[in-house]
């Protein structure tokens, strides 16, 4: 393909492999320039695309984390770094379509919360969004934080909202368990606030905060127990703003006491 690809996913229900694509520029005489392909599992041939319409001020739709189907394959959730969360069927026709951090003109400066994350755990349907972009600069930190950043955003299957829980810092990766959520939480680039970085374990009916294992380095991934009471993450380094190094490359596991 003539185009990035960050993801893809495979469902054994349609024997179909999802591929999204984050091109962040469609240069002239580019083949694939839709959003997301569908390939069949076993040979590889193309079943169908799907484009998504990108929204302003953005000329391309970017997915850097998702889609993923449930375990049943009857569903695809994705979103997309101008801030949207969608819900699929399996070839990737759009059942619904929420704003979770979609941009806002700031004074003639457009700033939104990019999205990263889609999944379905147990009839809910998650995504999350990491830090704050600036349209014009994205290497740069913003002045403000979007209200939608930095956060996991719950609904049912019909699309209703469930709750919202925001973290101190980037959601970098997602893990469910047992009537849990648990979100690997790296670096805030606008507040650098660095005891944000850990795991934090949420309810996963209530987005309630339960438990938080801080890591020194921001955490990169998450995992967890199918009972919920076992989570590993991945650290890693970063460098502060006056040249300092803080944390490593280091692998964790907790255990919940009494859970």
Known sequence: MD??????????????????????????????????????KKDGTL????YLKPIVPFETVVMRGSPT?????????????????FLFDPQGK??????????????????????????VFDKKVIFSTINTFNRENWQLPTPVEHPGDNSVFAFDLDG??????????TVEGLAYGKDVLTCA?????????FKAHGAMVIDFNTGKELD???????????AISADGKTVAGIE??????????????????WKRDDK
Request: hydrophobic share 35%; glycine share 10%.
């Open 3 to 40: 185009t990035w690809t960050n993801w893809c996913d495979v469902t054994s229900a349609g024997n179909t492999v999802a591929v999204s694509t984050s091109a962040y520029e469609i240069k002239p005489n580019m083949k694939y320039t839709d959003t997301m392909y569908f390939l069949n």
């Open 47 to 50: 079943k169908n695309s799907v």
């Open 236 to 253: 890693a380094p970063a460098i502060t703003n006056d040249g300092k190094v803080l944390g490593a490359y280091r692998f964790h596991l």
């Open 160 to 169: 209703k909202f469930l709750y919202k829980y925001r973290a101190l810092g």
């Open 212 to 222: 938080f294992y801080q890591t020194e380095g921001p955490l990169q991934a998450v």
């Open 185 to 193: 939480i790296g670096r805030n680039v606008r507040t650098q606030n």
């Open 94 to 119: 759009v059942f619904w379509e929420r704003n979770l951090g979609a941009p806002v003109d700031v004074n003639g400066s457009w700033i939104n919360a990019a999205a990263r994350d889609g999944y």
């Open 69 to 85: 189907y449930s375990s049943d394959g009857k569903y695809l959730a994705g979103s997309t770094s101008e801030g949207r969360g």
